[in-house]
């Protein structure tokens, strides 16, 4: 009880002084980019000018410019990888026409040296605020609930621009929970974690990430044992760095030798032609070094819902679902090797301090990436941060008491 309110004073002072430090900085342009991307992906965009959020996206990004020039010390060393990966995120942002890739490298940089839990904690409570008043305005039509029909099923996206995409949040959502709450894991989150799930299923027909979601319980069941009772002490967990490299190789080489009338056929039905499609984008626009503009056409928002309802036929419909294909064929090359490297070498460190909660998640996020193109989207995936910020070791974890909400 004395903690608490210990803590709450020194919350309190802070308000009241308004401390301008490094990790006060990087707070404020972290809430207000993932305001700013939260909103990209409802339909509260049918009342607010795309160039005001990206204004607000830029206004977070000078910010973060401003603590890494002032509130931040280098070694040579980290002054050098820093700039080159900022200057060839910039590089690709003009070829592309894209600038999730180099967001996402500045909140990754610019977060060394802030703790990774609070980073987690903010972001449950802003986007889990943000994905329940978004469902309301939408379950009182305030803003648009798009609803899909599919094989005489109706998908809900519920205020979100498409139905797999309100089940993406639901899931990254669910994979923050879990990072907080890892030492408190136990059959009844599990149970939580199925009804989930199942309600994922009903309404939105998402049925990948009602998977991903579902994949969730064995792999934090296994992590946990590993971190508490020293479970598979040379087993899965201890390779799981790989895990993004190799699921990122399989996807490239399965999209490159695709054929409709090969052994891949009946595992691209099962992803909803999601190999098809990133063949397509390998055939039509190639590889660059640097980054390229790829023009895609998809069934969420306004405008994608139109297209649907027109004919709802694959011709009209082309999107590089998989985040690791996406991720070379748009952002390049050089963005593609730095980001699979960086997190492969991110979790090998989280395996080698034993912290198990961020390896599972790690590899949890590497599934998704397969499948989804959320990778470098913070509405979603806050997990990159990980990279640069301060994390927990596994004696660290072990301390932690009750529930870290």
Not at 112 to 128: D, H, M, S
Not at 356 to 373: G, T
Request: glycine share 6%.
């Amino acid at each position: 009880m004395e903690i608490q309110k210990k803590r709450l004073r020194e919350a309190i002072n802070d308000i009241i002084t308004i401390r301008v430090d490094a990790r006060s900085i990087y707070f404020v342009a972290f809430t207000l980019y993932l305001i700013v991307a939260f909103l990209k992906t409802t339909m509260i965009t049918d009342y607010l000018s795309a160039h005001i959020l990206n204004y607000g996206a830029y206004f977070s990004m000078g910010i973060l410019a401003f603590k890494w020039l002032f509130f931040s010390k280098f070694t040579k060393r980290q002054l050098i990888i820093e700039l080159a990966v900022l200057l060839f995120a910039g590089l690709s942002w003009l070829k592309s026409g894209d600038p999730l890739g180099f967001y996402m490298a500045a909140l990754v940089i610019t977060a060394r040296g802030q703790n990774f839990k609070e980073i987690i904690k903010w972001y449950v409570i802003l986007a889990t605020v943000m994905l329940a008043l978004t469902v309301i305005l939408s379950e009182v039509n305030i803003i648009k609930n798009l609803s899909y029909l599919r094989a005489a099923h109706i998908r809900y996206a519920f205020g979100i621009v498409y139905p797999t995409d309100f089940a993406s949040h639901v899931f990254y959502l669910m994979l923050a929970y879990c990072y907080l709450c890892f030492h408190s894991l136990n059959y009844k989150y599990y149970w939580g974690l199925v009804i989930v799930a199942g309600l994922i299923y009903y309404f939105a027909d998402a049925r990948l990430d009602t998977i991903l979601i579902l994949a969730i319980i064995p792999v934090m069941i296994i992590a946990k044992k590993k971190q508490y009772d020293n479970f598979d002490s040379s087993g899965l967990l201890n390779y799981s760095w790989m895990a993004t490299g190799v699921l990122a190789y399989l996807a490239i080489v399965a999209a490159i030798f695709y054929d409709s009338t090969g052994p891949l056929s009946p595992i691209n039905r099962l992803l909803s032609s999601r190999i098809a499609l990133s063949h397509s984008g390998f055939t039509k626009y190639g590889v660059s070094i640097i980054g390229q503009k790829v023009k895609e056409y998809g069934w969420g928002g306004a405008q994608g819902f139109k297209n649907f309802n027109v004919g709802g036929q694959l011709h009209q419909y082309f999107m590089l679902d998989s985040s690791f294909v996406r991720l070379l064929l748009i952002y390049g090359i050089v963005a593609f090797l730095i980001t699979i490297v960086a997190i492969s070498y991110t979790t090998l460190k989280a395996t080698q301090i034993d912290n198990f909660a961020l390896v599972a998640i790690l590899l949890l996020v590497a599934l998704s990436c397969l499948i989804d193109q959320h990778m470098l989207e913070l509405a979603y995936n806050p997990f990159y941060i990980a990279i640069c910020a301060s994390i927990e070791s596994g004696s660290q974890l072990k301390k932690r008491v009750g529930i870290t909400l």
